[in-house]
């Protein structure tokens, strides 16, 4: 039982510039020295690795650097780094935001495109304002479509993924860690002109991806389950459902997750849930209370989930009707991704104590909302990470005395 509050994040870290600059090169074709590119992606895990122990987070990763980024600002990469590791797939003349959903069973919920975003619509103004802060990146102009059966092909990437982290845990004294994944739900939100419906089609996702959670738990590592569309997705149907039918839809996705990690021991794992990384109003995101009993219900032995942003800072107290089952532990966010204010220390303690004070001080490690790399710049996404570690120690001396 720890006797401290303990520190981590949801995963994505800002990326040096020469790495975001070969993984521009190498998805241009104008890079090819792949020798080269491995020593880089070894060299900087190990000090982002280096970098997280020294600033005093305790549970840390790779800061997902093995899912290749190549521009400074990108919301997209912790599920797009998917798309080659999966065959079946095609990148078609589309962009991100006009994806076709694929069809859902006769009498269930039907996701729209990403540009159906009830939030995007009702706020088009700010959202296309440049100027705005919430205007979105230029999303890319090609896009996944399921055109064959999927499979996993990404055994060498998840492979390398793992051994840079182990190598980078090695060099910092480290003994443990964690990768992210993309879960079923997620990985599923791609065109599909293959699969019977959404269903066939995420139930393919889970089988394939459970070869890379496999190779993550067998490697000693804790696996990360990333899977912002169990809330996201609320936003994406337009009009909005009734929350029973969502809840219905959503229970199949979560379903199709538990499917993916059956048999796969629970305290290995940790599932992500978020409202979509983007800056903007989320006046539309559904309430943390009508599903985290669904959050709950996936095998995971801990739950990172947002609480810090504005939206949906009140909702720790969800957790004053909700029983956290026992084993497990919560991972809320403390300080957010989503403002380029740095949360003060003192804060920080408080938000966490608020936590432990309705699920018990061992059951609660501080967290960030969602990964700060790629949507802050990376001066203030370190200063986030390091006043959690301070506001995690001042919360250690109130709960612990």
Same mark, same amino acid.
């Given at each position: 039982?720890?006797?401290?509050?303990?520190?981590?994040?949801?995963?994505?870290?800002?990326?040096?510039?020469?790495?975001?600059?070969?993984?521009?090169?190498?998805?241009?074709?104008?890079?090819?020295?792949?020798?080269?590119?491995?020593?880089?992606?070894?060299?900087?895990?190990?000090?982002?690795?280096?970098?997280?122990?020294?600033?005093?987070?305790?549970?840390?990763?790779?800061?997902?650097?093995?899912?290749?980024?190549?521009?400074?600002?990108?919301?997209?990469?912790?599920?797009?780094?998917?798309?080659?590791?999966?065959?079946?797939?095609?990148?078609?003349?589309?962009?991100?935001?006009?994806?076709?959903?694929?069809?859902?069973?006769?009498?269930?919920?039907?996701?729209?495109?990403?540009?159906?975003?009830?939030?995007?619509?009702?706020?088009?103004?700010?959202?296309?304002?440049?100027?705005?802060?919430?205007?979105?990146?230029?999303?890319?102009?090609?896009?996944?479509?399921?055109?064959?059966?999927?499979?996993?092909?990404?055994?060498?990437?998840?492979?390398? +993924? %793992?051994? /840079?982290?182990?190598? =980078?845990?090695? @060099?910092? &004294?480290?003994?443990?860690?964690?990768? *992210?994944?993309?879960?079923?739900?997620?990985?599923?939100?791609?065109?599909?002109?293959?699969?019977?419906?959404?269903?066939?089609?995420?139930?393919?996702?889970?089988?394939?991806?459970?070869?890379?959670?496999?190779?993550?738990?067998?490697?000693?590592?804790?696996?990360?389950?990333?899977?912002?569309?169990?809330?996201?997705?609320?936003?994406?149907?337009?009009?909005?459902?009734?929350?029973?039918?969502?809840?219905?839809?959503?229970?199949?996705?979560?379903?199709?997750?538990?499917?993916?990690?059956?048999?796969?021991?629970?305290?290995?794992?940790?599932?992500?849930?978020?409202?979509?990384?983007?800056?903007?109003?989320?006046?539309?995101?559904?309430?943390?209370? +009508? %599903?985290? /009993?669904?959050?709950? =219900?996936?095998? @995971?032995? &801990?739950?990172?989930?947002?609480?810090? *942003?504005?939206?949906?800072?009140?909702?720790?107290?969800?957790?004053?009707?909700?029983?956290?089952?026992?084993?497990?532990?919560?991972?809320?966010?403390?300080?957010?991704?989503?403002?380029?204010?740095?949360?003060?220390?003192?804060?920080?303690?408080?938000?966490?104590?608020?936590?432990?004070?309705?699920?018990?001080?061992?059951?609660?490690?501080?967290?960030?909302?969602?990964?700060?790399?790629?949507?802050?710049?990376?001066?203030?996404?370190?200063?986030?990470?390091?006043?959690?570690?301070?506001?995690?120690?001042?919360?250690?001396?109130?709960?612990?005395?």
């Amino acid at each position: 039982m720890p006797d401290r509050i303990l520190t981590s994040h949801a995963g994505s870290l800002p990326r040096p510039e020469d790495l975001i600059t070969l993984n521009s090169q190498r998805a241009e074709g104008t890079f090819s020295d792949e020798a080269q590119y491995q020593r880089k992606l070894s060299e900087a895990v190990t000090d982002v690795v280096r970098r997280q122990r020294d600033i005093g987070i305790d549970l840390l990763n790779d800061g997902e650097y093995g899912h290749s980024m190549g521009v400074r600002y990108d919301y997209g990469t912790w599920w797009t780094y998917v798309f080659p590791r999966l065959s079946g797939l095609e990148l078609a003349e589309l962009t991100l935001l006009d994806i076709p959903q694929a069809a859902p069973k006769p009498g269930a919920v039907k996701l729209g495109s990403f540009a159906d975003r009830r939030d995007w619509n009702e706020f088009l103004d700010a959202y296309s304002d440049p100027q705005s802060g919430a205007a979105l990146p230029n999303p890319p102009t090609l896009a996944p479509v399921c055109r064959g059966p999927i499979s996993y092909v990404g055994h060498a990437d998840v492979q390398r +993924d %793992i051994d /840079d982290m182990k190598t =980078a845990m090695a @060099a910092a &004294g480290l003994t443990q860690g964690y990768l *992210n994944s993309v879960a079923p739900a997620s990985c599923a939100r791609i065109g599909n002109t293959f699969y019977a419906d959404d269903e066939e089609l995420m139930y393919a996702c889970a089988d394939a991806m459970r070869e890379e959670y496999q190779a993550i738990i067998d490697a000693g590592l804790i696996l990360q389950l990333d899977d912002p569309a169990i809330a996201e997705n609320w936003d994406q149907v337009n009009p909005a459902p009734t929350v029973e039918d969502y809840r219905r839809f959503t229970q199949v996705r979560v379903d199709a997750l538990n499917h993916a990690i059956r048999g796969l021991p629970a305290e290995r794992i940790r599932f992500h849930l978020c409202w979509g990384s983007w800056h903007g109003p989320h006046t539309t995101d559904i309430p943390m209370a +009508d %599903i985290v /009993d669904l959050m709950l =219900a996936v095998n @995971a032995g &801990g739950y990172s989930f947002e609480a810090a *942003n504005v939206r949906h800072g009140h909702e720790w107290k969800v957790w004053r009707d909700v029983k956290l089952p026992e084993g497990k532990v919560i991972l809320p966010g403390i300080v957010s991704h989503s403002t380029n204010v740095v949360e003060h220390p003192e804060l920080v303690a408080d938000r966490i104590c608020q936590f432990a004070e309705v699920v018990g001080r061992e059951n609660v490690i501080a967290s960030t909302d969602c990964g700060l790399g790629g949507r802050v710049h990376p001066q203030i996404a370190w200063a986030k990470l390091d006043t959690l570690a301070k506001g995690a120690e001042i919360a250690t001396r109130r709960l612990w005395g």
